[in-house]
């Protein structure tokens, strides 16, 4: 791993600034952050590059050989199931001429063989053999054990496996802190645990990155207006959202805004079956994480894992933010369920995300054409020169018996969309994780 | 039946060019039904026991499994009943990301009509090229290939059974899908 170097050290850059771009105490956000080619250069860098980012849950890859492509910022990566039974995640590219060495998307294989010259690549990543080897024969410096496909680091949290370029950043259990006792609520409610259901839909929207993930991180805000017409159409009313019972908690940029309802995000799913299992399973959803954290398994939230992993519990969706450039993204869904639950509430989990979290999701479509038109307006110099508000429940910070991290009242907040964009900015002014605050 | 009233297609019985014009036809009133979010009118061409289904396409290789199959995830899975709530969602004057409306186009093309084993049921190829506009400069492109089943009804109208839509995406490369293909 001492060939591993991380660029950002050194790079000039305006890296000062990184703080006049984000005013968290007052609620002010700079419009540049989601325009500027160079801003986004260095998010590339200083976040994508070492923070860690989901990259596969477990029962994707069962067996030995499994392997599925996707995104680390713009760096494609092959994650795979080695011959040692771990998961491995390393660059998919070429240490001849850096061509990838995986086309599918998803599959099983026994080597990543190159179209160009035949080099082969095992499921860790190590280069085994070339075509011709005798050509490099007496050739001091063809070492094969120096010439694997670039490895990132890989660590999980209850399933969830994530992986990092960065050997200085923190593990991924310091990286997560306290916000794993907030995960928990969907990735330990049962003792089994939860699984994945087949099948990743992919999508391109014209935006930049950080709107939808602030989206997910704390913004209910914006579901009963923006979403009025999926939720008349399913239920011929609001939702009910209460300050005194709903928060927001964040820790190290992560964030939850969550209601203590239970169902409210379940109930958009157009399933009785799904409203059945949870109410049989509230008892043992209790036993298992006490009262509070019980109540969330299915409440109206949103949450975001910083940087880019958001997620709803209720309705059971996990979905990714890849950056392709300042002001383009490309969205991946997956559906989950308990591994323990009934399976036929798989087809139950997976077409009532259809029905309202995906592309053509009737909750969802209102979502991209937001995302895009705040990004697109930056193309004015002077419309970018306009700071925007994010100043919603400024003082509204509490002490709380139970709930984790920094907790706030009343989930029609904007407490973690400042959280995230102060930890962006820790990240971004930061030359190394040494300067990269607990927060 | 005169011979020249028949078209032949490659593996089935040959389908009388009435009936493949009245099929085409159908599938071009359908399309400029959606073209004016006319989602009412379009769900009465459909059969209460419609399937319609647009599956997650995936890059794989030859070697490997199905490029999509059932169970896996899907644009749309859906029962007439799912179908109608998407409609009453389109349908809601505070659906504020369909103010200015899209201007759809449905291009429907290659039709192909095939007997099948049910005399009032015919197997339906269709390509569709859906391209969409909005406000001033945004435009999506979806292309796909349709197997439809399409049925005569007891009153004597062709309804719309089955519907499989594949797309030629693996991405979608566009924001959403405001429409049905």
Redesign the interface.
């Known amino acids: 791993m001492s060939n591993l170097v991380v660029e950002t050290t050194g790079r000039e850059v305006p890296v000062a600034k990184a703080g006049e771009w984000v005013d968290a105490e007052n609620g002010w956000i700079d419009r540049r952050i989601f325009w500027q080619d160079d801003i986004y250069a260095l998010e590339l860098e200083r976040i994508f590059a070492r923070c860690w980012i989901f990259v596969a849950h477990d029962s994707q890859l069962p067996e030995i050989g499994d392997f599925l492509t996707s995104t680390i910022g713009q760096d494609a990566v092959i994650v795979s199931r080695g011959e040692d039974g771990k998961i491995h995640t390393f660059l998919n590219s070429c240490s001849h001429r850096g061509n990838r060495v995986c ?7 026994r080597r990543f063989t190159c179209n160009f010259h035949g080099w082969s690549y095992g499921l860790d990543g190590s280069l085994k053999s070339v075509s011709r080897p005798q050509s490099y024969d007496g050739n001091a410096n063809f070492d094969k054990a120096q010439l694997g496909l670039h490895p990132a680091r890989v660590e999980s949290y209850k399933g969830m496996h994530f992986a990092c370029f960065d050997p200085a950043a923190p593990s991924l259990e310091e990286y997560l802190g306290d916000f794993r006792w907030y995960l928990d609520v969907i990735l330990d409610n049962d003792e089994g645990g939860i699984e994945f ?11 930049n990155w950080k709107f939808p993930a602030e989206n997910f991180v704390g913004d209910s805000y914006h579901a009963p207006w ?1 979403h ?3 939720l ?3 239920f011929g009313k609001q939702p009910t959202m209460r300050p005194e019972r709903s928060y927001h908690a964040n820790v190290n940029g992560h964030g939850w805004e969550f209601g203590l309802d239970f169902i409210g995000n379940a109930a958009t799913l ?1 399933s009785p079956q799904i409203i059945e299992y949870l109410r049989e399973q509230e008892a043992k959803f209790a036993e298992r994480l006490g009262k509070v954290r019980s109540r969330m398994v299915g409440a109206l939230s949103s949450a975001n894992v910083f940087p880019n992993l958001s997620f709803l519990a209720g309705h059971n969706t996990f979905r990714t933010w890849n950056p392709k450039g300042p002001s383009e993204t ?1 969205l991946h ?3 989950f369920l308990n591994a323990n639950a009934p399976q036929e509430l ?2 139950e989990y ?2 009532g ?3 309202t979290f ?3 999701g ?1 909750f ?3 979502d ?5 038109n705040c990004t697109s307006v930056n193309a004015g110099v002077v419309t970018r020169r306009q700071k925007l508000h994010a100043g919603m429940g400024l003082d509204s910070q509490i002490d709380h018996d139970e709930l984790k991290g920094n907790v706030y009242q009343s989930q029609i907040n904007e407490a973690n969309q400042r959280a995230f964009y102060l930890r962006w900015a820790d990240l971004m002014g930061a030359e190394t994780w040494a300067d990269v605050p607990v927060r | 039946m005169n011979q020249s009233d028949q078209i032949a297609s490659c593996d089935n019985p040959a389908v009388p060019i009435v009936l493949l014009l009245e099929i085409q036809q159908f599938l071009y009133r359908e399309a400029r039904l959606l073209d004016g979010e006319q989602y009412d009118e379009w769900l009465e061409l459909l059969a209460d026991d419609i399937h319609y289904w647009v599956p997650g396409v995936q890059a794989r290789y030859r070697k490997d499994d199905a490029k999509f199959s059932v169970g896996r995830m899907a644009f749309f899975d859906d029962n007439l009943e799912y179908l109608k709530i998407r409609v009453a969602r389109a349908k809601q004057p505070s659906a504020w990301a369909e103010d200015p409306p899209t201007r759809h186009f449905h291009l429907v093309g290659n039709i192909e009509v095939e007997k099948t084993e049910n005399p009032a049921e015919w197997t339906v190829h269709s390509l569709i090229l859906s391209n969409r506009h909005r406000t001033e400069d945004d435009e999506m492109e979806i292309k796909a290939r349709r197997v439809d089943l399409v049925r005569r009804d007891q009153d004597g109208s062709l309804k719309l059974a089955r519907r499989k839509v594949i797309l030629q995406q693996t991405v979608l490369q566009s924001k959403n899908i405001n429409t049905f293909l």
Do not use: Q, Y
């Open positions: 086309f599918a998307e998803v599959g099983k294989a259901i087949d099948g990743n839909i992919k999508s391109r929207l014209k935006c923006t009025s017409s999926a008349i159409a399913m157009n490309e869904t997956w559906v798989k087809d997976r077409r995300v259809m029905l995906s592309p053509a009737i969802e479509m209102d991209g054409e937001n995302f895009e």
